[in-house]
């Protein structure tokens, strides 16, 4: 009885040194692997502006797969909002892609306040552009650290503002210890739409000159996503902002909508111009099982 547990330990850890040895390897291959986007070699800074942002003539395709963007041409002035509707497949995250510059374009430009982007230091352009995807990543950490993980020196008051912002602030008092509850991996302790409060407090700390929301109030119901849709609209004044959507209650938050087909504007205006217009436009939007 006295030896049971010892050797019982040791097969266990006899059994975890191949796992840990197939981990290891897939950890050092990650490693070694050259990132295909860095820093220019003679980088400028961004300067000044109100957020201007405008794509010309853009072309990009991912390396195994067909062209996404063909001319795509956009023009977002600072302060401005924008949303952006196509059917799957036709170019949407793409630009939020391009404009962080997770990817860089294949042919033309993609200018912030006059600069391309391809010429700032990626550091300096990602303090500029925060993006809140569909799949929110967080992580297994307190609430306040997934929050100000962009902003690490961010103040409580800071912190706890964006939560209020996002309307994150109430759920997150109900928890046992508030700000300092601890979440699990990638946030699955949480629902849906709380993963997507956090994130949207997230972006909100760094109080960047773009916003992007790329189907940002999808999983979230319709008392959760009016709540955030008020909150966005604090958010967004004054904001250059980029919205993805399909709900035509979030796309009512834009200036502007843009509809997209094989990788160009088809045609622009507020929703309901576009509904009257172009029946193309309303088919995407029944067939996202939102209108």
Known sequence: MILNFPLRLTGWFFA??????????RVLELLKTAPEITDPKQPVDIPPGPGDIRFSDVHFEYPDGSPVLDGFDLHVPGGRSVAVVGATGSGKTTVAYLLARFYDVTGGKVLLDGVDVRSVRLDDLRNEVAVVFEET??????IRDNIAFGNPDASD??????????????????TADGYDS?????????????????????????????LILDDATSSVDAVTEDEIRVALKTVMAGRTTIIIAHRPSTLLLADQVIFIEEGKVVDSGTHMDLLERIPRYGAVLASSEVV
Request: aromatic share 6%.
């Open 16 to 25: 975890e040194i191949p796992r840990a040895s197939a981990a290891g390897g």
């Open 182 to 210: 601890m979440i699990g991996e990638r946030g699955y302790s949480l629902s849906g739409g709380q993963r997507q409060r956090i994130a949207l407090a997230r972006a909100v700390l760094r109080d960047p000159r773009v």
């Open 137 to 142: 990543f967080l992580f297994s950490a307190s």
């Open 157 to 174: 008051e800071q912190v706890r503002l964006a939560a209020r912002l996002a309307q994150a602030h109430e759920f997150i008092a109900e």
